[in-house]
Structures are given as C-alpha cells and as structure tokens.
C-alpha cells in the first residue's frame, strides 16, 4: 500500500511539471488567443517552443493569416508573416539574452495583441538532475528492496 502511494505522489510530481506552463490569454475581436512557453520560465540560450492558438468561437481556424513579431525594446529581433494551414503556430526559440520582450501578434483586420515576456538569465554551468527524476530513482530502488527482500540475517549464519 505505501509503494502505490509513494509511486502516486511521483506521478503526481512528473505531471506536474509537463503541464505547468500558464497560458497567457488575449483576445483581438472575435478571436482568443493563448500563448504558452516550455519551458514555462525559459532563461537566455535556452531552447524554448512557443505555442500560439487562435481560436474563434472556441474553433481553430484553417488557411489562416497573422505576423508574430518578437520585439527586445524597440529592436525586432524574430519577425514570422504569412498564410498557415491552421491558426495553432508552434514557434522553436532562443532568447539571445535577458531582459524584458514583447511578443506582438496582428491579424487582418484586428487590433494588435501584445503578450509582455519575461527571461531569465543564462541556465546554470553546472548539470543537474531534476528532482522529480531523483525522487523516481529513490522510489524505484525502494521498490526493487521490497520486491527482492534481502534475506534476515538469521538465515545468513
């Protein structure tokens, strides 16, 4: 019973962790859009998926136009416009250093949407192992003791 419950709270842990980032939601007109980073707190150098849907009527939209600009003060550092074949744009990114950026989103005919980013600085020197990944190690040795008992040490003599 203490296994299922320890390998619950790892579960719990490891989900936790996939779907932590916090969309960020707007809306111009009649569309709503919803912008998630992962990771959710990315830092410069880092390699970072931007998400981008734009739904209208809670419906993804098909052969869709917008630009997505990607402004460091007033410096445009990441520029993507056309036609796409769905309003749902996965965006591969590295932020070339910290500091304060806005991602602006225009779409025919609508206001422009703007989205404020926050980065961090660089990610540590060192490697590290993530502690979800350290408690599932700790949680799967204890199990392989429990399923291997070792034997009493009166059985040893």
């Known amino acids: 019973m203490g296994a299922k419950v320890i390998l619950g ?13 916090v969309p960020q939601q707007s809306t111009a007109g009649p569309y709503q859009l919803m912008l998630t980073l992962n990771p959710d707190q990315p830092q410069s ?49 590295q932020f070339p250093r910290p500091g304060a950026y806005v991602l602006t989103v225009d779409i025919p005919g609508q206001s422009l949407t703007t989205f404020p980013l926050a980065i961090s600085g660089p990610p540590p020197a060192r490697s590290e192992i993530p502690l ?13 003791f429990w399923k291997f008992k ?8």
């Open 9 to 21: 709270i790892v579960a719990c842990l490891l989900f936790a962790q996939v779907v932590s980032a």
């Open 45 to 93: 150098g880092q390699q970072v998926e931007i998400r981008l849907g734009i739904t209208k009527d809670g419906e993804l939209q098909q052969n869709f136009t917008a630009a997505v600009h990607m402004l460091s003060g007033q410096e445009l550092i990441y520029k993507l416009e056309g036609e796409y074949p769905t309003s749902e744009l996965l965006i591969p990114y």
């Open 150 to 157: 070792l034997p009493h040490r009166k059985q040893w003599r």
């Open 132 to 144: 979800s990944l350290r408690i599932l190690i700790v949680v799967v040795i204890i199990g392989l």
